[in-house]
């Protein structure tokens, strides 16, 4: 089944979209169970764009998940990454107060991947190629950033034995944006005065995603 994405909500420029998987990196993982029904799971998703080479996404999961098993290996997956998002009120519309012919809304942006689906078993040096990377990025920002070599060597090389590493091979990737582009300037520009002023968390991440005029 297509997406439904209006021409004025689509983001094709890779940049925008890679970005977008980076900053919010945990994916919603849409594979088939054992009785060929959806099921999703929240995965955090390592992406890897080597130059000359289709994009891929990286992660792992416990070893105890069933997805890795159950999964038809002709049957591509997809993971949906899910970014800021925030109500809208038409009260934010200039317009509003000249004709009142406005609704309320939701503005957001998300990007979706397909691909085929390959799985990594016992290999302690792929899933340490995958967790130190990951693990430095996001601990980054920590006073003292902890790394694998902070855990005892026992201890760790447990911790790789439970969980099975995946990548997925993206064949298609679509950006959809919606974030008021089709408003007038005037209302963009409100929405924009709305997002700044609201103390609702996700509001400023938002607006920060909301494309110049």
Known sequence: MSQYQPAHFVEADPVRQHALIRACPLGTLITRGADGEPVADRVPFWLDTPEGAPVRLRAHVARANPLWRVHPAERDVLVVFHGPDAYISPNWYPGKAEHGKAVPTWNYAMVQARGSLRVVDGDTDWLRALLEPLTDHHEADQPRPWRMADAPPDYLAAMLRAVVGLEISVTQLSGKF??????P?????????GLAASAKPLAASTLHWMPPD
């Open 178 to 183: 919606k974030l008021s582009q089709n408003q």
């Open 185 to 193: 300037p005037a209302n963009r520009e409100g929405v924009r005065a």
